[in-house]
């Protein structure tokens, strides 16, 4: 079996959940993204990063860009953590061009928790007023949407199985 780490960056922790949860599945390293350094990667065949969605971008995925010339040769999973808001279109224009660049890299979105209580003064103007991604037919922006489940992780564990891993 391959040596995997898996690398997250999270802010409500939805990110941090499935990172743990799918460290533990597949017996892989975990680490927060503050707490690994691109040096450490020539240890790993294989490197997932998970990251939370904020207006489209995926927290923290420089770490992946930075490196990309460094791990172009390892097997890369991204996983990114939102309300389903996002096409992986949108997704690779705000966060990965040129697209080229990043062809081996496979991507999974999973939806994430949403607790309104929780968020910061910023992000609630942001869910209340922002980029109007939030439809007021797809939640109510006030409530608790517990969405974060382990089997969310099956098409991430389909793709380790088939691939080798």
Not at 69 to 80: A, G
């Amino acid at each position: 079996m391959s040596k995997t780490v898996i690398i997250y960056k999270t802010k409500y922790n939805s990110t941090k959940k499935y990172a743990g949860w799918l460290a533990i599945k597949i017996d892989a390293d975990l680490y927060e993204l503050s707490d690994i350094r691109s040096s450490d990667l020539k240890n790993y065949d294989t490197i997932i990063f998970g990251g939370s969605i904020e207006n489209g971008y995926i927290r923290g995925i420089e770490f992946i860009k930075d490196n990309i010339d460094k791990i172009k040769d390892k097997k890369i999973i991204v996983f990114y953590v939102g309300l389903g808001l996002y096409s992986l279109s949108e997704i690779m224009a705000f966060n990965f061009l040129p697209t080229y660049k990043y062809k081996n890299i496979h991507f999974f979105e999973l939806i994430g928790d949403f607790d309104y209580k929780k968020l910061t003064f910023i992000d609630k103007i942001r869910v209340m007023y922002g980029s109007g991604k939030i439809a007021s037919n797809l939640i109510d922006c006030k409530s608790y949407v517990k969405s974060a489940k382990k089997e969310n992780l099956n098409d991430i564990l389909k793709y380790l199985q088939t691939n080798n891993m």
